[in-house]
């Protein structure tokens, strides 16, 4: 099983901020099958990115995601009031597909 | 536009079945495109995928509890269900029930349904 550890738990930080999110694989995630989510309080997760880098449909392109082996990075390029939620990485290359722990984003 | 809907009790008894379906509607669950799932998330918690299933029932399963789930589907009613039986408190969460392509590089869980919060208490 791929363990996804995402880093740091916790950020503050004020709106029109840059950010980078981290999520290290515990091996090499197959053919860079890694996802990003955002979740709000009460709600669904909501697809970002996948394949590591290409943007869900309809997903402003303030959000990035860039990586490849073991290391993925989520990037926000100017935060939005709206964006301060927790963040998920998920990998599907290989089965169990499995899910880092979060990274919750909180305003200053 | 492809809606997920979860059902089912929303307390089950330690030792008892937890039985939940969704319900897809704005779509075909028989499409060969997609994969069907269910993720869950305990209260103040991370996600931990179940399982999937394709239309056809072909059927992939979390080795962590492989043992103790089922999932299946009915095309005529345009539903997917998920059994998870012998449940302790451990199983409580918010069960969601969600779409992943086919396509491999696009596998990702791309539409969700709005989850079903379970309790697992006597």
Known sequence: EIVLTQSPGTLSLSPGERVTLSCRASQSVSSNYLAWYQQKPGQAPRLLIYGASSGATGIPDRFSGSGSGADFTLTISRLEPEDFAVYYCQQYGSSPYTFGQGTKLEIK | ?122
């Open chain 2, 1 to 122: 536009q492809l809606q997920l809907q979860e059902s089912g009790p929303g307390l089950v008894k330690p030792s008892e079945t937890l039985s939940l379906t969704c319900t897809v509607s704005g779509g075909s669950i028989s499409s060969s495109s997609y994969y069907w799932g269910w993720i869950r998330q305990p209260p103040g918690k991370g996600l931990e995928w179940i399982g999937t299933i394709y239309y056809s029932g072909s059927t992939y399963y979390n080795p962590s509890l492989k043992s103790r789930v089922t999932i299946s589907v009915d095309t005529s009613k345009n539903q997917f269900s998920l059994k998870l039986s012998s449940v302790t408190a451990a199983d409580t969460a918010v069960y969601y029930c969600a779409r992943r392509l086919v396509v491999a590089a696009r596998g990702a869980f791309d539409v969700w349904g709005q989850g079903t919060m379970v309790t697992a208490s006597s």
